[in-house]
């Protein structure tokens, strides 16, 4: 068994989620979770389409600014600092408004001399500052303070040109999410329409461990790629668990991977995503358009859902919620909510965690990159001419580019104007970096990493002072050879010990390069 696989599930495929549930305060919730048998005959809808050549419902286009978008878990977030993050081409700030304890989202340009606002601090009255000159804003975007501006002179800063546009917010499930439309008219929103909710996320009885890493992937190669599981034992060979052989009458050949055909079907296609079943019984749920759930029936799947909420079979559910941030590039946010071994968050931190999860991200990182450039060579809405997709393991990905060609007409709608190109292909250690797109935004490995940079210092200061005690000590101090050699070797062992740590922390918090033809 692979090292990722001792901290994941045993089969992506054998994941379960349970439905949610409408919350809130007078809003209804999204109810994202895959229709049972007794809800599909229920509501009427006709049966499943083909699983190679799945139909995508009406043609709707989708408005991508008329979402919520995921920003990043909130545990990610420090409360005394601002957050820059491009969301859809937007540049916003992500702040902590301890006047009303809730997080705020601000376009990130102050309106004096357009300064990132990201760039600035919380002031002592818990205002947003602007570093360059001074300038503070309150939750609502109005600039509170302008220390150029004389006091008993015209009240400049209470002039519309002096407020920041502020985005409509939510924390739901410990994710901060925000709408990329400002104004009056748009801040009712959440009366409207809620973002996915996972109510096992906020069931007492689970845990659930987030993440986040910006990738040099575009959107929808991203999507496509968490939509694929037959690709799973071969591009993240030795990092995840070989499947087990199941019958296929005729077979001849197997392989050291365990490939397999995956029986798909996808139904339920539309603007709002799709449910793709599988045949051991799990499902795909695509909740357009950011995020999708991975996840398997409960007992009695023809039951409805309410008969299985004291349920206490082990369950592990996996949600990814993905964002365009420019083209050619995008951000994973996931959670993993299980209802088992609670404990182990007790004794093991998330950067643990995040260790085996990227060095899943990076394992086909760059064939995704390269994948990429392919596609847009032949152009992004001629997918289909250029691949060659005939089995059914692929029927949840060619649901996915026929949504995106349908509903979004193979674009992403842009919040602000972007350059539509790809960036170059950099090198290998820069497209696989881990410290800026994972570690300096997750709070748990930049303290993990400062913790481990200051032991190797520590260990090599011991190595030091040991041998220098040593050296100064011959002739004037009384010790057994025994006694020199406890020193001297615990000398060698600080010094070896600084140089594997040097090494660990190279590896898992900077760059580890992940050879196929190694595994």
């Known amino acids: 068994m692979g090292p990722v696989t001792q901290l994941l599930p045993r089969s992506l495929l054998s994941l379960a989620l349970r439905p949610a549930a409408p919350t809130g305060s007078g809003a209804r919730a999204s109810r994202l979770a895959p229709p049972r048998r007794w809800l599909h005959q229920r509501a009427g809808l006709s049966s499943p389409v083909s699983a190679v050549s799945p139909s995508v419902g009406e043609q709707v286009e989708l408005d991508w600014l008329d979402t919520w978008c995921p920003l990043a878990p909130v545990c990610d977030l420090d409360p005394g600092a601002p957050h820059g993050k491009t969301v859809l081409g937007l540049h916003v ?11 705020r989202v601000f376009e990130d340009e102050c309106p004096h001399r357009r300064a990132p606002l990201s760039e600035g601090r919380i002031d002592g009255k818990g205002r947003l500052q602007c570093v360059y000159h001074g300038w503070c804003f309150d939750g609502r975007g109005s600039c509170e303070f302008i220390p150029q501006a004389p006091a008993l002179g015209p009240p400049v800063h209470k002039k519309s040109k002096a407020c920041v546009a502020a985005y409509p917010t939510v924390v739901q499930n410990n994710v901060l999410w925000f709408y990329p439309r400002a104004g009056a008219e748009h801040r009712d929103v959440l009366q409207r329409k809620r973002p996915p909710l996972i109510p096992e996320i906020d069931d007492p009885s689970f845990t659930t461990a987030y993440g986040l890493r910006d990738l040099p992937l575009g959107f929808d190669m991203l999507m496509e790629n968490l939509m694929d599981p037959a690709h799973l034992p071969y ?33 339920e296609a539309n603007v709002d995503g799709f449910l793709s079943r599988q045949d051991n019984g799990g499902y795909i749920r695509y909740a357009a358009p950011f995020t999708v759930y991975y996840g398997s029936p409960l007992p009695g799947d023809q039951e409805p859902p309410e008969a299985h909420k004291n349920t206490k079979k082990p369950r592990f559910l996996l949600a990814f919620m993905c964002v365009p941030v420019a083209p050619g590039r995008s951000r994973m946010i996931w959670a993993f909510p299980r209802n088992y071994g609670l404990w182990l968050n007790n004794i093991m931190p998330r950067w643990f965690f995040h260790i085996a999860q990227n060095a899943l991200l990076d394992s086909d990182l760059y064939l995704l990159h390269v994948e990429e450039r392919n596609y847009v060579r032949a152009g992004v809405e001629n997918w289909h001419k250029v691949v060659y997709a005939p089995t059914s393991s692929d029927a949840v990905v060619l649901a996915f580019r026929n949504w995106f060609t349908k509903h979004c007409k193979s674009h992403i709608g842009w919040a602000a104007p972007v350059v539509d190109q790809l960036p170059t292909t950099p090198t290998k250690d820069r497209l696989m970096d881990r410290y800026w797109s994972h570690v300096a935004q997750c709070t748990s490995c930049s303290a993990a990493l400062r913790a481990m940079k200051a032991l190797e210092v520590a260990l090599q200061v011991a190595s030091v002072a040991v041998v ?49 033809a190694d595994k």
């Open 93 to 103: 700030v992500a702040w902590y408004d301890r006047a009303a304890s809730e997080w």
């Open 235 to 267: 591009a993240h060979k030795g990092l995840w668990e070989r499947l087990r052989y199941k019958e296929d009458p005729g077979r001849a050949e197997f392989d050291l991977e365990g490939g397999r055909p995956l029986k798909m079907k996808v139904e």
């Open 468 to 516: 220098g005690f040593l050296a100064a000590s011959k002739g004037t101090l009384v010790m057994s050879v025994t006694q020199r050699a406890a020193l001297v070797s615990l000398a060698v062992l600080c010094f070896a010990t600084s140089r594997w740590l040097a090494g660990f922390v190279q590896k898992n918090f900077y760059f580890q390069d992940y050879v196929h």
